[in-house]
C-alpha cells in the first residue's frame, strides 16, 4: 500500500473504483477482519463470511466519507469490524432468543395477529425498492440480489460471474449506495462501471 501514499490517497482510490486498490483492500485486510472474528469466538464457518461483512461496510462508509484520515486506516477499520462483529452477535443471539420463546409468549401478543403481519405489507415501499432495483445496471442488480436476498457469499458470487472479490465488493457497494440514494428520493448518477 504504500505506492499510494497515505491512508487518504489510498481510500480516495478505493472509493473511485480503481481495481487494482480495491484488490489490495481486500487482499491486505480480509484475512485480519477473519482473525478478529475468530478472536470474537465466532464460528469459524462464518468468519469468511463476517470478514466479507466488514470488508463491505468499510468500503461503503469510505464512500461516505466518514474516514477522514483522523487515525490510521487500520485503526478506523479495527472500529468497523467491532461493529460488524457486534451486529452479528446481536442478530445470533436475536435469533436463538426467538428460537426458544414458547409459541404462547409469541401468541399473547395482541398487539398485531400475524395474519396482519403477514397481510399489510408497504407496497408503496415495494414499489421504491423496484424502481431503484430497475436503475442499475443488470450485474449490480444480480449482485445484489443474490448476496442481500439470497445469501450467497461473496466467493460463490466470484465463482459464478468470474469476477475477483473486489470486482463483487466494488459492484455490491456501488449498488447499495445507488439504492440507498434513490430511497431517498436523490438524484441518482448513473454507475461507472456498468459490465454485461
Not at 482510490?13 to 478472536?39: I, N, Q, T, W
Not at 435469533?95 to 399473547?108: G, H, P, Y
Amino acid at each position: 500500500m504504500l505506492a499510494y501514499g497515505t491512508d487518504l490517497q489510498f481510500v480516495d482510490c478505493v472509493v473511485s473504483g480503481d481495481e487494482r486498490a480495491a484488490e489490495e483492500f481486500a487482499r491486505h485486510y480480509l484475512p485480519l477482519f477473519e482473525k478478529l472474528a475468530r478472536h470474537a469466538r465466532i464460528p469459524p464457518q462464518d468468519c469468511p463470511d463476517v470478514a466479507q461483512e466488514v470488508c463491505l461496510a468499510a468500503i461503503s462508509q469510505m464512500q461516505r466519507g466518514l474516514f477522514r484520515g483522523e487515525s490510521r486506516l487500520t485503526t478506523w477499520l479495527m472500529q468497523v469490524a467491532k461493529g460488524k462483529i457486534a451486529d452479528y452477535w446481536r442478530v445470533h443471539l436475536s435469533a436463538q432468543a426467538t428460537a426458544t420463546a414458547s409459541l404462547d409468549e409469541f401468541a399473547s401478543d395482541n398487539t398485531r395477529t400475524i395474519t396482519e403481519r403477514v397481510s399489510s405489507p408497504n407496497y408503496d415501499l415495494i414499489v421504491s425498492v423496484r424502481q431503484a432495483l430497475q436503475q442499475l445496471p443488470p450485474l449490480h442488480c444480480r449482485i445484489l440480489l443474490l448476496n442481500r436476498s439470497e445469501g450467497h457469499s461473496i466467493a460463490e458470487i466470484c465463482q459464478l460471474y468470474g469476477l475477483t472479490k473486489a470486482q463483487v465488493y466494488g459492484r455490491l457497494c456501488q449498488a447499495e449506495a445507488s439504492v440507498r440514494r434513490s430511497l431517498r428520493g436523490e438524484t441518482v448518477l448513473p454507475l461507472n462501471h456498468q459490465p454485461r
